[in-house]
């Protein structure tokens, strides 16, 4: 997949207000998903914001592997 697909579908979701899942909300999340099993990602967080609060906010995968914990908003990723 390209990455100006992936940047065009987190342009997409700017612009929707929260709402009901829409059917490009599904298709994206869909697109997210088949790269975090590409690329082996355990978890990852995706929140879109405009500067006036969230938009888009959702967790997939796992916080921690081995202890079966889901990532949810809670979680601070550590960064080095």
Do not use: C
């Not at 390209?2 to 059917?23: C, E, H, I, R």
């Not at 959702?58 to 592997?65: I, P, S």
């Amino acid at each position: 997949m390209k990455k100006y697909t992936l940047l065009f579908y987190l342009l997409l979701v700017g612009q929707l207000s929260a709402q009901p899942l829409s059917p490009e909300i599904m298709v994206f999340e869909e697109e997210i998903e088949a790269l975090q099993s590409y690329f082996h990602i355990p978890g990852l967080a995706i929140l879109v914001d405009d500067g006036h609060g969230a938009n888009y906010e959702r967790y997939f995968g796992w916080a921690d592997v081995e202890r079966d914990q889901r990532l949810g908003p809670d979680f601070v990723f550590p960064i080095a």
